[in-house]
């Protein structure tokens, strides 16, 4: 009887070893599948950050960036677009994209209607770019009173012809200012229709091809400051994605350096004469008119002050000029627009 109640109990025993075995194993199946379960969901893909550019050479050499996959290199999906320089405008006041190039003057435009920004990056100033050109026979500004003057109405080639007559104490009624857009002015001044065109590159420099004999008459070298290049954007996509706007002016300096710097100057020229259908040589040529900034020169142009050496102050010189032609009514805060923080942050 020991003996049988010691059979019965020592196969009691492993039974029950065997069961709790396969408990312990049915757990640890829930339990890791739990865990499966448990895990996070990996993060959606972030949407590309969309930019409108166009032709002017501070906006064209973003090009370099993107041939040499330096937005990739900082980890940005970044989606630009090429427009025409108002379709460019259009298109961020559709909230078709993120952000615009567009001068200073011209973001307080888009702000007025509606469409808000933010500018976060100086990439130049003109330094000559932007010309009045004369027909031949035309050889001095003040040679132009009493004669039509082609240029897109006011836009910043209209700033910069008003500042012309200022200088050469002249009114505006002592020309007749012609509607034209900016890439019709070439056709404009070689057909005779006009004494005088203005335009910023390269439409100036098809401009100075078109009219045999024709030449500079005035350009924003005269008023440096006048005219800064920038990039603005959406105020709620820079709340959102700030980290990934501050890697955006990060490589824009790699690519202003790679601009400015003699040893690599002459690629950065092919490649954004390539963009826009231009010879290299000829684009070499025109790059000092366009005064790309180190992020020392920008951080100096961030700082308030009433000049044209101070964002700020040639902000609020553009903001006098679009209340005064009618482009809003409404005066506009400057200091709204202009965010330094990114550049400082450098």
């Keep these: 009887m020991k003996k049988f109640l010691f059979g019965w109990l020592l196969l009691f025993s492993l039974a029950a070893f065997a069961c709790q075995g396969k408990e312990t194993e049915k757990t640890a199946v829930v339990t890791a599948s739990a865990s499966v379960m448990a895990a996070p969901a990996p993060a959606p893909k972030k949407a590309p950050l969309r930019i409108a550019y166009s032709d002017w050479p501070g906006w064209t050499a973003f090009e370099i960036g993107i041939q040499k996959k330096w937005f990739q290199e900082a980890g940005l999906d970044v989606e630009f677009s090429w427009f025409d320089y108002l379709p460019s405008m259009d298109a961020f006041a559709a909230g078709k994209v993120d952000a ?107 401009a ?43 490589v824009w300096y790699r690519i202003s350096d790679f601009v400015r710097d003699p040893r690599t100057q002459p690629e950065a020229a092919a490649i954004m004469a390539a963009k826009v259908g231009v010879k290299p040589e000829e684009y070499a040529a025109a790059i000092p008119g366009t005064y790309f900034l180190s992020i020392g020169d920008a951080k100096k142009r961030f700082q308030k002050g009433p000049g044209l050496d101070s964002l700020y102050g040639s902000t609020r010189v553009a903001n006098e000029f679009n209340v005064a032609n009618q482009v809003y009514k409404e005066s506009q805060a400057v200091d709204d627009y202009i965010d330094p923080s990114l550049v400082d942050a450098l």
């Design 208 to 250: 100075l091809k078109a009219a045999a004999g024709a030449k500079p008459l005035f350009s924003s070298a005269d008023v440096p400051g006048l005219i800064y290049d920038t990039v603005a954007v959406n105020p709620q996509s820079l709340a959102q994605r700030r980290n990934d706007w501050l890697k955006v002016v990060q």
């Design 100 to 206: 615009v190039m567009v001068t200073n003057g011209d973001a307080l435009v888009t702000g007025a209607n509606g469409a808000k920004s933010k500018i976060i990056l100086l990439t130049d100033y003109s330094n000559g770019n932007d010309k009045i050109i004369g027909r031949r026979g035309v050889d001095s500004f003040k040679s132009l009173k009493g004669k039509k003057v082609g240029l897109e109405l006011t836009l910043v080639e209209h700033l910069l012809f008003l500042k012309a007559l200022d200088k050469f104490g002249m009114k505006p009624s002592d020309v007749e200012m012609v509607n034209f857009a900016t890439n019709e002015t070439p056709q404009a001044l070689a057909s005779g229709e006009v004494a005088a065109v203005a335009a910023w590159y390269p439409v100036s420099g098809q």
